[in-house]
């Protein structure tokens, strides 16, 4: 499974192997976008590495964490962007994807 936790400046990711209630870290980092870059040519890296990633480790499913409304309107609209820039290039590869709000993920995580 892949997990993306998506940003126009960063975007995390994290790859884990999960068999039956046992799940098993695989490999995790971060996207970074070079600074002062438009915001095409970050959805551009964004998309060439999600890319790479997939093609790498060949997961079945991904999960992408949902957008929160921030104060500044167009901070939320380039996450917005990046995020959907990710779940095109998971898309892209045929991947089922899956959305969670940041505190599912961390309910799930810590319980």
């Known amino acids: 499974m892949l997990g993306i936790d998506p940003g126009s400046r960063v975007t995390g990711f994290g790859v884990i192997d999960v068999h039956g209630r046992e799940h098993h870290y695989v490999a995790s980092g971060c996207i970074k976008t070079p600074t002062g870059a438009s915001l095409s040519e970050r959805i551009a890296v964004i998309v060439r590495h999600i890319d790479e990633i997939i093609r790498h480790y060949q997961p079945h499913q991904a999960a992408i964490e949902q957008v929160f409304v921030n104060v ?18 998971l898309v892209m590869h045929d991947l089922p994807v899956f959305e969670y709000t940041a505190l599912q ?3 799930a995580v810590v319980g």
């Open 105 to 107: 993920v961390k309910q």
């Open 72 to 89: 500044n309107p167009a901070a939320t609209l380039m996450l917005g962007q990046a995020r959907g820039a990710a779940i095109a290039a």
